[in-house]
């Protein structure tokens, strides 16, 4: 049996060839999402969102997944965090900040909807907007701010 990795809020016992929860729907220890991140571990959870560790096997390096939590989020709520998870990874393609939150990555598989970052120990923290120079950056940081801050924030 394939144990959820949210033991104390779930703890849910899945089938054997299971690949999410079939109680919480986040994904199970060793599956790949996209056939590329390995999930290893819960780091964090939240109400509405799971943080994993998982390693790219393309890029072989530790991963940060952050995604929303399946059975917590409306189809509205899906759509808006894959809308704001390109925004992020459109920024992070901009900020050349050595301490600032890089996206990698973002998608879907199965019911899952999540981002990549990259794993950086310490209190790494998004590039102030006067660092992006980009002059539409207020406004689509405004817009989006609450799932940016929701998609970057590191595990403790």
């Given at each position: 049996?394939?144990?959820?990795?949210d033991?104390?809020g779930c703890?849910?016992?899945n089938?054997?060839?299971?690949?999410?929860?079939?109680?919480?729907?986040?994904?199970?220890?060793?599956?790949?999402?996209?056939?590329?991140?390995e999930?290893?571990?819960?780091?964090?959870?939240?109400?509405k969102t799971?943080?994993?560790?998982?390693?790219?096997?393309?890029?072989g390096?530790?991963?940060?997944?952050?995604?929303?939590?399946p059975?917590?989020?409306?189809?509205?709520?899906?759509?808006?965090?894959?809308?704001?998870?390109?925004?992020?990874?459109s920024?992070?393609?901009?900020?050349?900040?050595?301490?600032?939150?890089?996206?990698?990555?973002?998608?879907?598989d199965?019911?899952l909807?999540?981002?990549?970052?990259?794993?950086?120990?310490?209190?790494?923290?998004i590039?102030?907007?006067?660092?992006?120079?980009?002059?539409?950056?207020?406004?689509?940081?405004?817009?989006?701010?609450?799932?940016?801050?929701?998609?970057?924030?590191?595990?403790?």
């Amino acid at each position: 049996m394939g144990m959820c990795l949210d033991l104390e809020g779930c703890g849910f016992a899945n089938r054997e060839k299971a690949r999410f929860c079939a109680h919480c729907g986040i994904p199970l220890e060793g599956i790949f999402l996209q056939g590329r991140y390995e999930v290893q571990e819960l780091a964090l959870k939240e109400r509405k969102t799971v943080t994993l560790r998982a390693l790219d096997r393309h890029q072989g390096q530790s991963v940060l997944v952050r995604a929303l939590i399946p059975q917590s989020a409306t189809e509205g709520e899906r759509e808006e965090f894959l809308q704001d998870a390109e925004l992020a990874a459109s920024l992070s393609e901009r900020v050349e900040d050595p301490g600032s939150v890089r996206v990698l990555d973002y998608g879907q598989d199965g019911p899952l909807v999540f981002l990549i970052k990259a794993e950086q120990r310490g209190g790494a923290e998004i590039a102030s907007r006067s660092t992006l120079n980009w002059p539409g950056m207020p406004r689509l940081v405004a817009k989006s701010s609450r799932w940016i801050s929701m998609a970057t924030m590191m595990p403790p």
